[in-house]
């Protein structure tokens, strides 16, 4: 019997490797407001969580310096941005196997829906996915507990629901996510979590390659 019938993956840090497109939309988005960050790395923490959040906490912007900075990197992400962008090796062929077996796959990703299914797109894996659930343009449903609650509603049964569903991220907001709905929560180790960040949210597994992941998300019970 298959242990995960269900699954559900976070985009950026899971399936790809997000990190300069993020990080100097962002930059561009500070130097608008008058920082100047050249080191990129410092700004790694900004993949994973709703990026409102993230200037607040990061930089201390008020609500409005925040709908600037949201703005500013919007209009550099949306067209360079969201490709400067690599599908992490192995991310394809996995996908492919998870359909082939019937399993049923989503996307839960704080990333607006719109932007998503243009990534996927590019990366030609949208087929695999049978829904694809993201933040609304107006930055509503960006909490990860929103996006995992969406995604569940149009995918999975009531009954079934923390019954052989896994939740696949790399960062504390996505076990976090899976633990709200009895969910199991599966990290992954190749994205952007600091050491023990995803041991410290509770994760049920951590894979630390695609490999690994494929054979957890596979297995039989």
């Known amino acids: 019997m298959e242990r995960f019938a269900y699954i559900l993956f976070d985009l950026d840090g899971t399936l790809t490797d997000p990190k300069i497109g993020i990080t100097k939309s962002v930059q561009y988005a500070l130097k608008d407001l008058g920082v100047e960050e050249p080191d990129l790395d410092r700004l790694e923490p900004f993949i994973g969580p709703p990026l409102k959040d993230s200037f607040m906490e990061f930089y201390g912007f008020d609500e409005a310096q ?54 996927l797109v590019h990366f030609s894996i949208r087929q695999y996915f049978d829904h694809v659930v993201g933040s609304e343009s107006d930055g509503t449903r ?25 939740m696949v991220g790399d960062r504390k907001f996505d076990i976090e ?37 494929e054979e957890l998300l596979c297995a039989e019970e």
């Open 177 to 213: 996510g899976a633990k709200a709905f009895g969910l199991t929560g599966i990290g992954v180790s190749f994205g952007y979590a600091a050491d023990g960040e995803l041991e410290a949210a509770g994760a049920d597994y951590i894979a630390d390659s695609v490999a690994e992941l």
């Open 66 to 119: 925040t709908q600037r900075a949201v703005a500013k990197y919007r209009e550099r992400f949306e067209v360079t941005g969201i490709f400067e962008n690599e599908i992490f090796p192995g991310i394809a062929q996995m996908l492919k196997t998870l359909k082939e077996r019937g399993k049923k796959v989503a996307i839960a990703s704080s990333k607006p829906t719109e932007l998503v299914e243009r990534i």
């Open 142 to 166: 960006s909490r990860k507990e929103e996006v995992v609650e969406e995604a569940l509603r149009r995918m999975v049964p009531e009954a079934d629901i923390g019954k052989k569903v896994a």
